[in-house]
């Protein structure tokens, strides 16, 4: 049995990476959060588009070799990506990062409000019910 193939060549042209442009669905984060970047390039479909990912404060966040950013800690930072066939060939884009605060309340006068008697307390029952303090027992 054989098989033949027609092979047509064509004149091939160098299409070179001439810019990258970065972009992510947000830039203002919170403590570890995660997130992928995304990389456009002119021209389109250059003939090499493997990028080098670099933070400028790893600290702050981390990116790895596919672009996914890892929040770590307040601040800002700066993620490049460099083209590993001409690192003078470059985009980037700025984060800030803001600390994961967890919300609470602090209840100055926890212990005179326990001692009121328990027609003074009316209408506070719902703001307290939600509290998770183990400590209160309503007499």
């Known amino acids: ?3 033949t193939a027609q092979i047509t060549v064509s004149q ?3 299409k070179p990476l001439e810019a990258i442009q970065l972009s ?3 830039t203002n984060l919170i403590a ?3 997130l ?3 990389a ?3 021209p389109e479909n250059p003939d090499s588009d493997q990028l080098k990912w670099v933070s400028s404060v ?3 966040a981390t990116v790895d070799t596919n672009g996914n950013l890892h929040a770590l800690t307040a601040g800002s930072v700066t993620v490049t990506a460099k083209a590993e066939a001409n690192p003078s060939i470059q985009g980037s884009i700025d984060f800030h990062v803001q600390a994961d605060v967890k919300p609470f309340i602090k209840i100055d006068n926890l212990a005179q409000l326990i001692n009121q008697p328990l027609y003074q ?3 506070l029952s719902p703001l307290i019910s939600g509290l998770k303090v183990s400590f209160i027992h309503w007499k």
């Open 36 to 38: 992928t970047l995304s």
């Open 121 to 123: 307390r009316k209408g």
């Open 1 to 3: 049995m054989s098989d």
């Open 40 to 42: 456009s390039f002119t």
């Open 32 to 34: 570890g959060d995660e």
């Open 24 to 26: 992510a669905a947000k």
């Open 58 to 60: 790893p600290q702050i």
């Open 12 to 14: 091939w042209y160098e």
